[in-house]
């Protein structure tokens, strides 16, 4: 039966959908419909939206609105990180609001090539490819033949690469002015965070018993995830960072043994930063105090740029070491490459002089003498 009570006493109402060959229930083709309805009436006139909708898809395809829909809600296609999910549903939202009702066959390399002009939506190609790769699969039905947003040559930039991180001396600064105008705690941060190189994420979620000032090793088991306020596993995995002489005295500056346990997520954890409230800090907790504290130190960039970003470059720069050392520090797991192209930034000045340096300290090497003097 296509429309049936259901024990609620609410009706419940189905298709047929000659794409997979059998029933499916209304909101499978229309993902803003209910699940149920509070009369049969109401299911019946649900039933004949959906099967309006499949007539129209029948003779023009899936447009692009539908697919989006289905696409962003459709357990089928979720990844295993639902913040990977959002952002995909936030990079093809302006693609799929522009072209909602183009049947999705009907994309094609003009309307890519259209909506990329001027190189401005260049940050949406790899979610958009994501999109039409998941429409041309056996698990969408084969919706398109082609994807035009495949194999389009564009770059996606320098990135981080050609962001300058903070000195030694500004570093100090902000932490000055993060202990003179916020509390304790975020100043610690801050410190712990330029001289680990751990993710900021990975920095909020830290517990106290993660902490080994023996070992001189951090435990980095989780990571609070602002975008879905959950705490979820690193970005690649669980690993141990170093903890360095600078970092340690942040944390020693801090009573962790005060801490009060808070259970979240049917655990029990003890944070080492909390904020005023006595909660673990979050991205939206820190802006406030961030900005406040950037203006009195005049630094302009981001705090990624001067934590993590400071910690690749001053471990490259300053204590000249290999990069694949500080991928294992800052958690890469490419060798080094990472590191070589966003984070190991070369100063141009350190580079010279231990140009200099070396020829100062190598051996001596006695010149051509020009033929006037040799004369």
Known sequence: MSVSRLPSGRWRAQVYDPSVGRNVSVRSVLPKEPASYRTKTEAKDA???????????????????????????????????????????ERTRPF???????????????????????????????S??????????????????????????????????????????????????????TSPDFAAWLQFAAYTGMRPGEIDALDVASIDFVGQRVQVVEQYNSKVREFTLPKRGVREAPLTRLAAEALRSLPLTEREPVKIQGRQRRFVFVNFQGAHWTASGRAYHWKATKAAA??????????????????????????????????????????????????????????????????????????????
């Open 298 to 375: 005049g630094w302009q960039h981001s705090l990624y740029l001067a934590t993590r970003h400071f910690a690749g470059w001053y471990m490259v720069n300053v204590l000249e070491m290999p990069s694949e050392d500080v991928a294992i520090a800052l958690g890469h797991a490419d060798g080094g490459e990472l590191v070589r192209r966003l984070y190991g930034h070369r100063d141009k000045n350190l580079a010279l002089d231990r140009v200099v340096e070396a020829y100062e300290q190598g051996p001596r090497v006695v010149p051509l003498l020009r033929e006037a003097e040799a004369a």
């Open 47 to 89: 039933r004949a939206r959906a099967r309006a909708a499949l007539r129209r898809r029948d003779e023009h395809g899936v447009t692009v609105g539908e697919w989006w829909q289905r696409w962003t809600t459709d357990p089928l296609f979720a990844r295993p990180k639902r913040s990977t999910m959002m952002l995909y549903a």
């Open 128 to 181: 958009l490819r994501v999109m039409f790769n998941d429409a041309g699969s056996a698990k969408a039905g084969r919706l398109v033949q082609g994807n035009p947003f495949a194999e389009l040559g564009i770059s996606r930039g320098a990135g981080r690469a050609n962001q300058t991180p903070p000195n030694e001396e500004m570093v100090t600064r902000i932490i000055a002015a993060a202990r003179e105008l």
């Open 96 to 126: 799929a609001k522009a072209h909602w009702d183009l049947p999705l066959q009907r994309v094609t390399d003009q309307e890519s090539a259209a909506w990329l002009a001027g190189g401005k939506r260049n940050g949406e190609v790899p």
